[in-house]
């Protein structure tokens, strides 16, 4: 009989992977995500899934999150040998994430053995030429197109508005169909479309990580104005922590407008990351995946989506010599939850003076450095040494690239039968929260998801 097993963001919000056995016994895994945020769930990262990677045929990815495609090098790595089902705007993204995060363990591992007594990894969970292999292996699909050529399954992928090319998945099998959000994104957002509206499904797999709460109402370009002013009255530097593939861009976007209002002061934006460069061009070469082409929509002037004053670092030399800048700057550098990346280094540098502001922008995933900021922590551990905390930490919401409870049970309003819904993608509170609220709303029955439970299709 046909199942779904729950291997990762089951009770969790990262780690997302979720396999799909058809009766002919065919094996299909919906993402292959990183834990990533408290050491015993990094920890999982260093243990197979429970399925043999050379028994899977296929993969389909719903985005380039690295908890969402983080574990593919690995999972490569460890035999699995099939292709990878995504977007192209999301193999372009994903690849650039994946090298990324070779990188960044290579270069732990090097930290490693030069401080043994650190607690880092002295091996690499996967390297640079694991990634090359998961790019050979990635196959493209369109937006809206029917594919039939996984594993005797048909699929079909549609806009999910989360990040560039994120998707959600349509799945055929056993005569049953089930849909896979992967993460859903906001309604009514600047760059990107809103979440592509599923009328009919047997099976519903959803994400559910703000099942339990409202993004803020105000205007999120406002409340960024509002933190630059602030930063640069304090005679500071602003740093925001920021993924920089998707995020940084929105946040240049807002920049932009806030610019041509003349709502901020005349001060320079610091783009440090050497993705940012490729994360811009990547967004001009996927006009399908936004709602408009940016290219098209600034004219002379724009130097990333319509801001001025841009700078992007791309050599580490440059990086360090931000350290000198004392105040009137504004520096975007990844990790988005500081889990990891070139952010550490403006944090260790930052943190101590009292006249700059550190500005979270996204989801904090629990005991990630970002959740120990944003929860007032006053001392703060970064690769191994403790740092104080002086400088200004603050957050703002409404950048969120997740749907919140209102825009979930929007999107579930659109099914005109009721699926069986099981929630993954949060922390249990938030999946009970949300899974109450479709069962009283609208009659479905909705479970959240445990890791390692087998669901029979019937
Ligand atoms: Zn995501």
Same mark, same amino acid.
């Given at each position: 009989m046909a199942s779904i097993t &729950?291997? %990762?963001?089951? %009770?969790?919000? @990262?780690?997302s992977k979720h396999l799909i056995e058809t009766t002919a016994g065919r094996r299909v895994l919906l993402d292959c995500g990183m834990y990533q945020g408290e050491k015993d769930l990094e920890a999982r990262n260093w243990t197979l899934p !429970?399925?043999? !990677?050379?028994?899977?045929d296929a993969v389909i990815l719903s985005h380039g999150h690295l908890d969402h495609c983080g574990y593919l090098p690995a999972l490569v790595q460890a035999g699995f040998k099939g292709p990878i089902h995504t977007t192209s705007a999301t193999i372009d993204v994903a690849s650039l994430v994946l090298y990324d995060s070779a990188h960044i363990q290579e270069y732990e591992a090097q930290r490693a053995a030069k401080?043994? +007594?650190?607690?880092?990894?002295?091996? !690499?969970?996967? @390297?640079h030429d694991d990634v090359d292999k998961v790019v050979a292996q990635f196959k493209p699909a369109e937006y809206g197109a029917m594919c039939d050529d996984i594993a005797g399954l048909r699929y079909r992928l549609s806009d999910?508005?989360?990040?560039?090319g994120s998707a959600i998945t349509e799945l055929w099998f056993d005569q049953r169909k089930l849909t896979f959000t992967g993460d859903l994104g906001r309604y009514g957002r600047p760059l990107l479309n809103d979440p592509t509206p599923i009328a009919?499904?047997?099976?519903v797999l959803a994400?559910? @990580?703000? %099942?339990?709460r409202m993004h803020p109402a105000s205007d999120p370009q406002v409340d960024l104005g509002k933190v630059i002013n602030t930063a640069m009255a304090r005679k500071g530097v602003l740093v925001i922590p920021s993924f920089a593939v998707g995020r940084t861009q929105e946040l240049l976007y807002a920049i932009g407008q806030l610019q041509r209002d003349s709502s901020i002061p005349n001060v320079n934006v610091f783009?440090?990351?050497?993705?940012a460069i490729s994360a811009d061009a990547i967004m001009e070469r996927h006009?399908?995946?936004? #709602? &408009? +082409?940016p290219k098209a929509r600034f004219g002379p002037?724009?130097?990333?989506?319509?801001? #001025? +004053?841009v700078k992007v670092t791309v050599q580490s030399a440059d990086s360090i010599a931000l350290n000198d800048i004392q105040s009137g700057a504004i520096i975007l550098s990844a990790s988005g939850m500081a889990s990891g990346g070139r952010v550490l280094h403006h944090l260790r540098n #930052?943190? !101590? #003076?009292?006249n700059d502001t550190i500005c979270f922008v996204g989801f904090q995933a629990p005991s990630t450095l970002g959740s120990q900021l944003e929860g007032g922590a006053k001392s703060v551990k970064i690769l191994g040494v403790p740092v104080d905390v002086k400088a200004n930490v603050i957050q703002i919401?409404? &950048?969120?690239a997740h749907a919140d409870r209102g825009e979930l049970l929007r999107w579930f309003a659109n099914f005109t039968g009721k699926p069986r819904t099981f929630l993954v993608h949060a922390d249990p509170g938030a999946a009970q929260s949300l899974a109450d609220a479709i069962g009283k709303k609208y009659g479905f029955t909705v479970t959240p998801a445990h890791a390692g439970e087998r669901v029979e299709i019937v």
């Open positions: &729950f291997i %990762g963001a089951a %009770g969790v919000v @990262t780690g !429970p399925v043999d !990677p050379k028994t899977v401080h043994p +007594n650190r607690g880092l990894h002295a091996t !690499p969970l996967y @390297t999910a508005g989360h990040i560039l009919e499904s047997d099976y994400e559910s @990580t703000y %099942g339990d783009v440090d990351s050497p993705m006009p399908e995946a936004m #709602r &408009f +082409n002037g724009d130097e990333s989506l319509g801001a #001025r +004053n #930052r943190l !101590p #003076r009292a919401d409404g &950048f969120s």
